[in-house]
């Protein structure tokens, strides 16, 4: 098994420039989530899914848009970047609510000029 | 509302003491806790789950223990190495949202020094 995986591990964005991470997994995980990762603020959830065609606001979900149209992945998509979006991009999944351990993905670091 | 605490935010300690990181937590109704490791420039790594109806779990050096009770968590290292320099949090389910979501710590930095 692979676990989780992200692509792509590094991007540079101009601001007002959109892109789509992906994130995938193969452990046939119900629920994914996506977080942001910044010095001092810890990680904090921008939009997670709890089933396939399923998506829900985090914490932080302003200027992010996602969508899970197959169970294995869960894409996050930045229509107008923005500097305050530089930040490293942590997605994550697990099987369900009852009691299962979290798995990450190595994570992406976006930096907007 | 659930809030989670980790203190202290830094700890340094020499190659081969054993160490205690701390997890607390205000409301004792959890379902679960999971600690995590996290290297620099790196993901997080699940290191050890305990459940609600579990006082400790184990991992090799690793030994977390859970009181709801007084709403908190512990995790032991034995016998540390500098390997083990990472940042540590804890997580546990957000029980007012269905457990659909982790709430988290921000973190233990554990320096250990050869």
């Known amino acids: 098994n692979a676990g989780v995986t992200q692509t792509p591990k590094f991007r540079v964005l101009k601001t007002g420039q959109s892109m789509t991470l992906l994130c995938a997994q193969d452990?046939?995980?119900?629920?994914m989530y996506w977080y942001r990762q910044d010095p001092g603020m810890g990680l904090r959830l921008i939009h997670y899914?709890?089933?396939?065609?399923?998506?829900a606001k985090g914490e932080v979900p302003d200027g992010y848009n996602v969508s899970r149209l197959k169970k294995q992945n869960f894409l996050l998509g930045l229509e107008s970047a923005a500097p305050s979006q530089t930040s490293v991009y942590f997605c994550?999944?697990?099987?369900?609510?009852?009691?299962?351990?979290?798995?990450f993905g190595p994570g992406t670091r976006l930096t907007v000029t | 509302k659930q809030e989670v605490t980790q203190i202290p935010a830094a700890l340094s300690v020499p190659e081969g003491e054993n160490l205690v990181l701390n997890c607390s937590f205000t409301?004792?109704?959890?379902?679960?806790l999971q600690w995590f490791r996290q290297d620099p420039g790196k993901g997080l790594t699940s290191l050890l789950l305990?459940?609600?109806s579990q006082r400790e779990q184990t991992s090799g050096r690793l030994n977390a223990s859970l009181d709801k009770s007084s709403g908190r968590s512990t995790l032991y290292i034995a016998a540390s190495q500098p390997g083990d320099s990472a940042t540590y949090l804890c997580?546990?389910?957000?029980?007012?949202?269905?457990?659909?979501?982790?709430?988290w710590g921000l973190g233990t930095s554990l320096g250990v020094n050869p």
């Open positions: 305990i459940q609600s």
């Open positions: 997580a546990l389910p957000d029980n007012a949202g269905n457990n659909r979501k982790l709430i």
């Open positions: 899914s709890v089933g396939e065609g399923t998506t």
């Open positions: 994550a999944s697990r099987l369900d609510a009852l009691g299962n351990e979290q798995y």
């Open positions: 452990m046939n995980h119900e629920y």
């Open positions: 409301d004792s109704a959890i379902y679960n």
